[in-house]
């Protein structure tokens, strides 16, 4: 029985027919123009980068407040330390002027942590001028709120003995804390400077000596 094979021409044909040949392809576009974009983006890009590191190794000498500073107190050396910080270019105050700082008062409550910076400061206070008293408050438990400290807005408050005559009343309605003593030993009394009006210092001092002073913070008046 013969078996037909195909002449290995014809399969020759076939592969290198008309069917197997590939299409041409038209040669890419090129387009100089954006290739010069992409390499200006990237030397731009490059170009910042190096700016921002030079930038950041730039280092500034400035002053840090350390404690609370009330509007209107004046600047202490306790109260302000130097520190390096990297140059952003808003002009905070120089440690080298902290001779001008400390002959300066507190334009506006200042937090601890707080790079100063001139608007921060004022050349005389609004609060120790004329018209003013310091006056000084030996107070008992529950005279005071807990975390009162030196800055902080109080109003002072007149409260009546059982023996004496009157009704509660508000002898100074915001009162900068001057000073704040340490509280004794069992944390139930405090000693306290608070700035008030000269008018109202000798009520307030006529009723501190007879234990009828009590104080209240103001916290959103900082």
Do not use: H, Y
Request: proline share 6%.
């Amino acid at each position: 029985m013969r078996t037909s094979e195909k002449p290995a021409g014809n399969a020759a044909a076939g592969l290198s027919g008309p069917a197997s040949r590939k299409l041409p392809v038209p040669p890419r576009e090129r387009k100089p123009a954006l290739a010069a974009l992409a390499v200006l983006l990237i030397l731009g890009g490059a170009l910042a980068t190096t700016l921002l590191v030079l930038r950041s190794g730039d280092r500034i000498s400035a002053i840090r407040v350390t404690q609370q500073i009330g509007a209107g107190q004046k600047f202490t050396e306790q109260a302000i330390e130097e520190v390096k910080i990297a140059d952003t270019g808003i002009e905070f105050v120089s440690w080298s002027q902290r001779g001008q700082v400390l002959d300066s008062f507190a334009a506006v409550t200042i937090l601890p942590g707080t790079l100063l910076t001139n608007q921060m400061g004022a050349r005389a206070s609004t609060e120790l001028g004329e018209g003013k008293a310091t006056v000084g408050l030996s107070l008992k438990p529950g005279q005071m709120p807990a975390g009162v400290q030196v800055g902080d807005r109080v109003q002072v408050i007149f409260v009546p003995s059982r023996s004496s005559q009157g009704e509660t009343r508000v002898l100074a309605p915001s009162a900068l804390v001057f000073a704040a003593g340490d509280k004794s030993r069992s944390g139930n009394s405090g000693q306290l400077t608070v700035v008030v009006d000269s008018s109202v210092a000798p009520q307030i001092v006529a009723f501190a000596s007879t234990g009828e002073i009590a104080v209240a913070e103001l916290p959103g008046a900082r």
